[in-house]
């Protein structure tokens, strides 16, 4: 601040004509931006700036199977998650049936459970000794393995119907809106034309919200690239896979940065997908304010499917998963437990807490920043910071290492010339690196639901205030802050919940001995000790529930507007994890 | 000068000009109404004046002093210039007296506590004082918005649209005590409106925009609603008609009649308009334009009558408002005379409709 004044005045002498694009909160602003959106240019810039032979040897070996084995895997989880997000999601809205209300929220939970923890619990289940294949050979008196077929969960299907199991909310939440939205009119009209119900989902409510379900879709598959504990644990080549193998194992940063690159046009993809939606989005929705639907009623043995229908994933992905932690927390419970349970515990509150608030912050100055000056230079920057989002923690973790290990080094050579004394490496490996990168990675899911918060604020208040002789920080501080504080725990709490799951970039990134609850997860699994990793899950999922209760309490609001103003709430903002 | 002293005022959006050379001054005391249709740069020249949005050229002044031109842009909260939003802006978490308080920071405790009671009293508001603004009605948010804008005594006062959110009834109203506020602050006001007849009713001179932002008329409101400069000031104050003529020996000879017009030359194509309450009907009457009546609504105190003249085809149906009962089928032969002074003749060029 007071380096800012020194060199371009205080607000009083802000009246040169430059100080129109360099004042503080446009300099601080880019300056932040340039911070996020580093890691990511540099995987680009360490992809490309590298010799051509290592393309070719990754092109020959390697990268085939794990682009090959990519696609399957999200081809799987996108048709996984649309037949059950879109199925669960039509139900919810169009029908009325016992339990609809539990469903509604109850259909959100698996949200809570991270791909790594359901990985190994079904693992846990359905492996050679677990239960359901001991109750199996008890009931038929098989022995061995060569007597029965079944399905190896450690697989590329096994890894699909996981994945698909925990992020079909996001095409859940979407789609149920969609359909919620539509108008009766159009579908009473199709009914008149002949259609039934079913027809009527097929060839009229599901192309209609089709955007909503392709943006469902899309965040669906940005998490399933991010997710690394699932294909690790089942052993699925994977490009995430492929980076880590290629870094950690053949010692290869560039063939990293190079995979890590190719991952980055998946995710071009999806974002162009997404965003793409989102304008169309508009089209689909486009008229006038309309009637909303009546609730079909189901009754007799259609009831019981559509509860049935509905129970499955549910049950699946939240409840039975949950149960199997809990009973093995339980039955493992000791002091040994409890002591390898704490350090872990602490330091992913630790850390999360230290991202959340970090990118609570950033995200709010960034925000306020574009409001206060609008300029375009600004705008296009927090479209780049928000892109963390879609960023693939393996690939983030490929980003903000090099460049970090480089200004190590730099520093490093340049006190050893001028002073003889080795400063080592300043930043890699600690807390501060990680915490970046927790920064990096989850400052859209603030800043995106700051601005959004921001925007409901209408623009004449700020003149408001400042005709009343306010300044730009005081309209923060006494207008702004208080307006918006729900909204920022909101964020602070979507930030921190992801921190409490993050794998990837922790597990490259943390300093050497340092754990959280999910690399404890990820070790103890990846050791088979099942019954010494569910206290950690658990933790991680419970404090998971908590976004959910976010995500619950914005459908209720959505719910109550679209009630009182009889008309279509256009989108409700979901974006990776969070609420926008 | 003391007030708002603006200069060769311009301003664009991208290629859109929505400001064109603007200058005017509101002195202390004075009410200044900005009149203009929805589009125009009414609202933009308030907040170019609040320190709002950058001036792309011009100068303005406030007490003399200069806040704005190309380069100088003082930030709003230095202009000690009151800004009152069309949609009021009240800070939903702050009750109405912290409202209030909000433009006062910096004084003493019991300055500001008198100041808040002061404004408040004079738009009756005392007894909402803790309320917040989500109870207030639409008229009560007015008026706090007005108390909490006058209350840091600005020197200048801007009014965007001030009563456009208020429903006829209540408007009128409030229109009333807002003035007989203003007039006792005594600051100098410049108020936007789109809104004819609130304009007339609230200035003490009136400037007319034009949809391209430039200022087509500045004057006394009844001299401006008499005496029309411009085929779209005249057109602005209510429904009119048009007739095409050509002007020979200082008259224009058109359809319904003879119009003086003596600054134009000879041969000069011209158009003349006039309202619909210019016209007069009469039946079996003995002079005017003999004309067929098309239709005649009642519109409660008046009649909205549509007529024409008999063999002229080619020209449209004009429109009129009688003050009274206008039978749909009069007993005889209607006249239609228009009275020479409302009628007003233009350049043909001059876009109106």
């Known amino acids: ?580 | 000068m003391i007030g708002l002293e603006v200069k060769n005022l311009s301003h664009a959006f991208g290629s859109h000009k929505v400001i064109d050379d603007v200058s005017l001054t509101v002195g202390p005391g004075k009410i200044i109404c900005l009149l203009g249709p929805s589009g125009c740069g009414k609202t933009t020249l308030l907040r170019l004046a609040a320190g709002l949005e950058r001036v792309q050229s011009g100068t303005i002044k406030v007490d003399g002093v200069k806040v704005a031109d190309r380069k100088l842009h003082i930030p709003p909260e230095q202009r000690h210039v009151g800004l009152m939003f069309q949609d009021y802006a009240l800070f939903p978490h702050l009750t109405v007296g912290e409202n209030v308080a909000f433009g006062l920071e910096g004084r003493n405790v019991g300055d500001r506590k008198s100041r808040i009671d002061e404004v408040l009293g004079q738009v009756n508001m005392l007894d909402y004082r803790d309320a917040y603004p989500h109870v207030l009605s639409g008229g009560q948010q007015q008026r706090v918005a007005l108390a909490r804008a006058l209350a840091p005594k600005p020197g200048v006062m801007l009014l965007d649209e001030p009563f456009s959110g208020l429903d006829e009834a209540l408007r009128i109203q409030i229109r009333e005590e807002t003035l007989s506020v203003l007039r006792e602050a005594g600051t100098a006001v410049l108020m936007v409106t789109h809104n004819p007849e609130e304009a007339l009713f609230m200035s003490d001179r009136m400037l007319v925009m034009g949809p391209g932002g430039r200022i087509l008329q500045a004057g006394a409101p009844d001299d401006v609603y008499a005496c029309p400069k411009d085929p779209f000031v005249a057109t602005f104050f209510g429904r009119t008609n048009r007739l095409m003529g050509v002007v020979s020996d200082g008259v224009v000879a058109t359809p319904l009649g003879k119009f003086p017009a003596p600054h134009y030359s000879e041969g000069c194509k011209v158009q003349v308009i006039f309202r619909t309450h210019s016209v007069h009907l009469e039946i079996n009457g003995s002079n005017g334009i003999p004309v067929d009546v098309v239709s005649a609504r009642p519109m409660g105190r008046d009649t909205r009558v549509q007529f024409k003249v008999p063999g002229r085809g080619d020209l449209p149906v004009f429109l009129s408002r009688v003050r009274g009962r206008f039978p749909e089928t009069p007993s005889g032969k209607v006249t239609a005379r228009i009275v020479p002074e409302e009628a007003f003749v233009f350049h043909r060029d001059g876009d109106a409709s």
């Open chain 1, 1 to 580: 601040m007071a380096i800012s004044q020194a060199i371009f005045g205080n607000d009083r002498h802000a009246a040169r004509p430059m100080s129109q694009f360099f004042d503080r909160w446009t300099i601080g602003a880019v300056l932040l931006s340039c911070c996020v959106a580093a890691p990511i240019v540099a995987v680009f810039v360490i992809a490309t700036g590298t010799g051509g032979e290592i393309w070719a040897h990754l092109f020959e070996t390697v990268l085939p199977r794990y682009v090959q084995t990519t696609l399957a895997l999200m081809i799987g989880v996108g048709l996984g998650t649309f037949i059950l997000g879109t199925g669960t999601g039509w139900l919810v809205a169009a029908w009325d049936f016992p339990g609809r209300r539990i469903f509604e929220w109850a259909l959100l939970l698996p949200l809570a459970v991270p791909g790594f923890v359901i990985a190994f619990v079904y693992t846990d289940i359905l492996e050679y000794a677990g239960p359901v294949q001991g109750m199996l050979r008890a009931l038929f008196g098989w022995t061995s393995p060569r007597d029965y077929w079944f399905p190896e969960i450690r697989s590329l299907g096994g890894a699909i119907a996981m994945l698909s199991l925990v992020l079909y909310p996001y095409v859940y939440l979407l789609s149920r809106a969609a359909f919620l939205e539509q108008s009766a009119d159009v579908l009473e009209a199709s009914r008149t034309l002949g259609r039934g119900p079913v027809r009527n989902f097929l060839t009229v409510a599901i192309p209609l919200a089709r955007p909503a379900i392709v943006i469902g879709i899309s965040l669906a598959l940005m998490e399933t690239l991010n997710d690394f504990g699932t294909v690790d644990f089942f052993a699925v080549q994977t490009l995430t896979l492929g980076i880590f193998d290629v870094w950690l194992n053949q010692n290869s940063v560039a063939g990293a940065a190079q995979i890590a690159s190719t991952m980055l046009v998946f995710v071009l993809c999806l974002i162009l997908a997404e965003r793409f939606s989102r304008r169309q989005q508009r089209y689909h929705g486009a008229g006038r304010p309309s009637r909303r639907q009546i609730r079909m009623v189901a009754s007799g043995p259609f009831a019981a499917f559509v509860v049935i229908v509905c129970l499955i994933p549910l049950s699946l992905g939240f409840v039975l998963p949950v149960a199997v932690l809990l009973s093995d927390a339980v039955f493992a419970a000791d002091a040994d437990l409890v002591d390898s349970f704490l350090q872990p515990a602490a330091n992913s509150l630790f850390l999360s807490g230290a991202a959340a608030l970090l990118a609570v912050a950033v995200g709010l100055f960034l925000a306020y920043a574009v409001r206060l000056r609008g300029s375009r230079l600004l705008k296009v920057l927090t479209r780049i910071t928000g892109l963390g989002y879609a960023v693939p923690g393996a690939v983030l973790a490929v980003g903000v290492m090099i460049p970090l290990a480089a200004f190590d080094n730099w520093v490093d050579g340049y006190f050893r010339q001028i002073a003889g004394i080795s400063t080592g490496l300043l930043l890699s490996g600690t807390v501060f690196a990680l915490i970046f990168g927790y920064v990096v990675r989850f400052l859209a899911l603030s800043q995106g639901a700051i601005e959004s918060s921001l925007a409901r604020i209408t623009p004449s208040i700020d003149g408001a205030a400042r005709t009343l002789g306010a300044t730009p920080g005081r309209v923060l501080r006494d207008i702004h802050l208080p307006l918006i504080r729900g909204s920022m725990l909101s964020a602070a709490i979507l930030v921190f919940v992801d921190g409490m799951k993050e794998l990837p970039m922790t597990i490259v990134m943390r300093p050497f001995n340092f754990d959280t609850l999910a690399t404890e997860v990820h070790q103890f699994a990846a050791a088979e000790q099942f019954a010494e990793a569910s206290p950690a899950a658990l933790a991680i999922v419970l404090t998971g529930i908590l976004p959910v209760i976010i995500l619950v309490r914005v459908m209720d609001r959505d719910a109550r507007k679209r009630e009182a103003a009889g008309t279509r709430i256009t989108g409700t903002g979901l974006t990776r994890t969070g609420i926008k």
